[in-house]
């Protein structure tokens, strides 16, 4: 008999611990963040005159992208912005298609062209150009993101404050007509809304590679199986520089192809994002900047980990069906998991149910996130890339 009210007793703890963090994470620290963003107005800087512009490098590493390079050579080409203060490199890590020779045929005078021989990997890419780049900005962008006409002018006039050492655009997503189309472009919504709150309280505790321009002394080289996105917000913010995010400097991407490349990424993302946990002490200096580290683990990592408290909660809620409350918060488990799975078999046979999809697209998410979690732990690596497109 004791031992089954112990176990009662275990399952409740279980259940209140894995409720607050899923309410932590998705609602009470979105609330505070929301709230501080609106008491704390950071003024916009003044537009810099064509003199004052930085100069800046644009770097797009490429692998297998003859569907979209063209376009994003076009839309960097049509920025505005003084052609002699701007720099394009199109690196092709080893591309199987017609990358290279798309990229080839521009006679652009802006536009440099290099083709890694061996397959390195975006970050080792990246990295290895950026070391050696003399413009005061440089700013890394992906293949499939297609630049809005004034976003470099926005991103820059940032640098006005010397504070301020890195700033990241705003990722506008097109919206596939996918069942995980939509739940990435729903997520996105809610996911922009946070960036532009904590840039103004905090700093940004993670960056949208896909358009981010760095000041070339706050750039450093990253590990090939790191992430930009992760390690770059945290040396900036140890070397005492901001973080922040531009709603007006736009670029326009689609959302996931397929719920396997959306796993896919998720995945990789999660092995990375782990990884740098693990390794984060090299980054930043958590006694000197505590609040921003809490910042770091509300922001995301906690959220990374919500498979956890999500499987506590239904094997808890399992120990409590004594309960009638318990009996009913077990139903919406069943019922919420159940459409995830309808949602599945639905996007299998390329069937799109809006009402499916967030459920669905939560459950991919975190099942991916589980799975680079285990990967990280057990030392898994991801140095090279493949497009999904």
């Not at 107005?41 to 390079?69: F, G, H, M, Q």
């Not at 990722?171 to 939509?182: A, E, H, N, Q, S």
């Not at 002394?217 to 913010?237: M, R, W």
């Not at 990375?272 to 930043?284: A, D, E, H, P």
Request: charge should be positive; glycine fraction near 6%; include cysteine.
């Amino acid at each position: 008999m004791s031992v089954t009210k112990n176990m009662k007793h275990l399952a409740l703890i279980i259940f209140i611990f894995s409720a607050l963090w899923i309410v932590y994470v998705y609602v009470l620290y979105p609330l505070f963040l929301i709230i501080m963003g609106n008491l704390i107005r950071r003024p916009n800087p003044e537009p810099l005159s064509d003199e004052e512009l930085p100069t800046v490098s644009i770097l797009i590493p490429a692998y297998n992208e003859e569907k979209v390079i063209a376009r994003k050579i076009e839309s960097t080409l049509a920025l505005d912005y003084p052609k002699d203060k701007l720099m394009v490199t199109v690196v092709s890590d080893r591309s199987t298609d017609g990358t290279d020779r798309i990229v080839q045929a521009y006679r652009d005078e802006k536009i440099r062209f290099i083709r890694n021989e061996t397959q390195k990997g975006k970050i080792a890419t990246l990295s290895q150009l950026g070391s050696k780049e003399k413009t005061d900005v440089i700013l890394i962008t992906d293949a499939n993101a297609i630049f809005e006409p004034h976003s470099l002018r926005r991103l820059v006039t940032h640098f006005r404050d010397p504070k301020v050492g890195i700033v990241n655009g705003n990722k506008i997503l097109k919206r596939t007509p996918t069942m995980v189309g939509t739940g990435e472009w729903v997520y996105w919504i809610y996911e922009t809304l946070l960036k532009r709150t904590e840039s103004d309280v905090f700093s940004n505790a993670f960056i949208t590679g896909a358009m981010t321009a760095i000041l070339r002394k706050v750039f450093i080289q990253v590990p090939s199986y790191l992430e930009f996105d992760h390690i770059l917000p945290l040396h900036a913010v140890n070397q005492g520089y901001r973080v922040i995010f531009e709603k007006e400097a736009c670029f326009y991407e689609e959302t996931a192809p397929s719920a396997k490349a959306e796993y896919k990424v998720r995945v990789r993302n999660a092995v990375r994002g782990f990884t740098m946990v693990l390794m984060m002490r090299q980054y930043i200096n958590a006694l000197s900047h505590p609040w921003f580290v809490l910042h770091v683990f509300s922001r995301k990592v906690m959220r990374w980990l919500i498979g956890v408290p999500t499987i506590g909660l239904l094997v808890a809620t399992v120990g409590l069906l004594h309960l009638p409350l318990f009996q009913f918060i077990f139903a919406f488990q069943i019922v919420f998991y159940a459409a995830a799975l309808s949602g599945y078999l639905l996007d299998r046979h390329g069937i799109s149910q809006g009402l499916l999809s967030l459920p669905f697209y939560f459950c991919l998410i975190n099942c991916a996130s589980v799975v680079g979690f285990w990967g990280a732990l057990r030392g898994q690596r991801m140095a090279v890339w493949s497009t999904g497109r």
